[in-house]
């Protein structure tokens, strides 16, 4: 099992690690300074500038969609490329700059499996080449989507259309101005079927007739301006039939082909977001001093940051051994893995940032250090494609297997 970076890859990711240092994070404080300017829900001429030319030297350099597993890619496995995720996690802007942003990487990863020639022309070319931007709408309002057999909006066939009725939300992404088309789980069948074949993926243009942005949800009281997480209404959306994703009562399975890759570039940002945090936590307690001491000599300080490199070595390991199993193509017998990491790693990153919060003080929930941002987005992350809770009862259920013959 080797969960190494290949060798001909570590000097593109030391060329990504150095760009996210020296050009990205500097720049990061004046592009969200923008967002407080005139319209919070599009870029100011800055925000354009700063972004263009940081993709345009990522392009240059060779840095542009490694997330690309698939024929057509980079080259890399999964497992290389969790390692420029984790790279890339430390830095809030740097997934975009790479064009390795969620929702973007798991749509244009749909279009890319099971896009027709059209689509792929339409939509997953200017993604592929960072030109707009996408969402996915699975979250609804009025149902326990944590579990997804109990998504609800209707998608009835007219001759060569489907009419798409219902509400959405937490649909990040949607608020950016540049979001040209959402893929959205809806559902197609009805209860004389089994619960897994009753949905279907659809591609549905951004700026169709009937689609209306009720409001920006805000995550601990932050809207996330201007890339967003929305809460849409559909009212007699009409679609071309052409747009539905393999078929109906496919959804699940295009479903699952997105979210297993898409789930370890999530943990292995979180992976990257949490060495940040202890980087901080380290030079925060060499540099600062109480009672005669730095800061790091005092209380359990030590016992800490022990603590901290050990759980996030052992996260990374987790997160490594589930990359190399989507690497051997299986992805049912890597679904336990990746259910594992989506606990584990959120909930480590969480804690090591929790702890530099502590170690800096007041200053560590203000807006003068990133570890308030970090901690929102990781809390957030325990939800995001699904709860905790729903992750653990999948591992359980894999682990009991193994010793009975009895569905469970």
Same mark, same amino acid.
């Given at each position: =099992? #080797?969960?190494?970076?290949?060798?001909?890859?570590?000097?593109?990711?030391?060329?990504?690690?150095?760009?996210?240092?020296?050009?990205?994070?500097?720049?990061?404080?004046?592009?969200?300074?923008?967002?407080?300017?005139?319209?919070?829900?599009?870029?100011?001429?800055?925000? &354009?500038?700063?972004?263009?030319?940081?993709?345009?030297?990522?392009?240059?350099?060779?840095?542009?969609?490694?997330?690309?597993? #698939?024929?057509?890619?980079?080259?890399?496995?999964?497992?290389?490329?969790?390692?420029?995720?984790?790279?890339?996690?430390?830095?809030?802007?740097?997934?975009?700059?790479?064009?390795?942003?969620?929702?973007?990487?798991?749509?244009?990863?749909?279009?890319?499996?099971?896009?027709?020639?059209?689509?792929? +022309?339409?939509?997953?070319?200017?993604? =592929?080449?960072?030109?707009?931007?996408?969402?996915?709408?699975?979250?609804?309002?009025?149902?326990?989507?944590?579990?997804?057999?109990?998504?609800?909006?209707?998608? &009835?066939?007219?001759?060569?259309?489907?009419?798409?009725?219902?509400?959405?939300?937490?649909?990040?992404?949607?608020?950016?101005?540049?979001?040209?088309?959402?893929?959205? =789980?809806?559902?197609?069948?009805?209860?004389?079927?089994?619960?897994?074949?009753?949905?279907?993926?659809?591609?549905?243009?951004?700026?169709?007739?009937?689609?209306?942005?009720?409001?920006? =949800?805000? &995550?601990?009281?932050? #809207?996330?301006?201007?890339?967003?997480?929305?809460?849409?209404?559909?009212?007699?959306?009409?679609?071309?039939?052409?747009?539905?994703?393999?078929?109906?009562?496919?959804?699940?399975?295009?479903?699952?082909?997105?979210?297993?890759?898409?789930?370890?570039?999530?943990?292995?940002?979180?992976?990257?977001?949490?060495?940040?945090?202890?980087?901080?936590?380290?030079?925060?307690?060499?540099?600062?001093?109480?009672?005669?001491?730095?800061?790091?000599?005092?209380?359990?300080?030590?016992?800490?940051?022990?603590?901290?490199?050990?759980?996030?070595?052992?996260?990374?390991?987790?997160?490594?051994?589930?990359?190399?199993?989507? #690497?051997?193509?299986?992805?049912?017998?890597?679904?336990?893995?990746?259910?594992?990491?989506? &606990?584990?790693?959120?909930?480590?990153?969480?804690?090591?940032?929790?702890? +530099?919060?502590?170690?800096?003080?007041?200053?560590?929930?203000?807006?003068?250090?990133?570890?308030?941002?970090?901690?929102?987005?990781?809390?957030?992350?325990?939800?995001?494609?699904?709860?905790?809770?729903?992750?653990?009862?999948?591992?359980?259920?894999?682990?009991?297997?193994?010793?009975?013959?009895?569905?469970?």
């Amino acid at each position: =099992m #080797d969960l190494g970076l290949r060798p001909e890859w570590q000097g593109r990711l030391e060329q990504v690690a150095a760009m996210v240092r020296d050009e990205i994070a500097p720049c990061e404080a004046e592009f969200h300074a923008e967002v407080a300017r005139d319209d919070r829900w599009a870029l100011s001429p800055r925000q &354009v500038e700063i972004l263009d030319g940081l993709k345009a030297q990522a392009r240059a350099e060779g840095l542009w969609n490694l997330w690309l597993t #698939d024929e057509g890619g980079a080259g890399l496995r999964t497992v290389d490329y969790a390692y420029f995720a984790e790279v890339m996690g430390r830095s809030p802007l740097a997934p975009e700059v790479f064009n390795c942003n969620a929702p973007d990487t798991g749509n244009m990863e749909v279009f890319h499996r099971y896009g027709s020639a059209e689509m792929k +022309a339409r939509w997953l070319k200017p993604l =592929m080449e960072g030109e707009i931007r996408s969402a996915y709408l699975m979250t609804e309002p009025e149902v326990a989507s944590s579990d997804a057999t109990n998504i609800a909006m209707s998608c &009835v066939r007219e001759g060569d259309e489907y009419v798409l009725d219902g509400e959405k939300w937490w649909a990040t992404g949607a608020g950016d101005p540049r979001c040209a088309v959402y893929i959205v =789980m809806v559902r197609t069948g009805g209860d004389d079927l089994p619960k897994h074949q009753r949905h279907a993926m659809i591609v549905v243009p951004a700026d169709s007739p009937g689609i209306e942005v009720l409001r920006a =949800m805000e &995550v601990y009281g932050h #809207d996330d301006a201007p890339h967003g997480h929305m809460h849409i209404r559909f009212t007699g959306v009409r679609v071309p039939a052409e747009n539905l994703l393999l078929g109906e009562g496919r959804g699940f399975e295009i479903a699952q082909g997105r979210l297993g890759p898409g789930r370890i570039h999530h943990c292995m940002r979180a992976i990257g977001m949490a060495e940040a945090a202890l980087e901080m936590m380290c030079r925060r307690g060499l540099e600062r001093e109480a009672f005669g001491k730095p800061l790091a000599q005092l209380g359990a300080n030590h016992d800490i940051i022990a603590e901290c490199r050990m759980e996030i070595e052992q996260a990374r390991l987790l997160c490594l051994k589930a990359a190399w199993m989507m #690497d051997q193509g299986d992805a049912r017998a890597a679904a336990p893995w990746i259910h594992q990491i989506k &606990v584990v790693a959120p909930r480590v990153a969480l804690k090591v940032v929790d702890e +530099a919060v502590q170690l800096f003080g007041a200053q560590g929930i203000s807006q003068d250090v990133p570890l308030s941002a970090m901690w929102t987005h990781l809390r957030t992350l325990r939800l995001a494609d699904g709860p905790d809770a729903v992750h653990r009862r999948q591992v359980a259920r894999a682990e009991l297997r193994r010793h009975t013959q009895e569905k469970v």
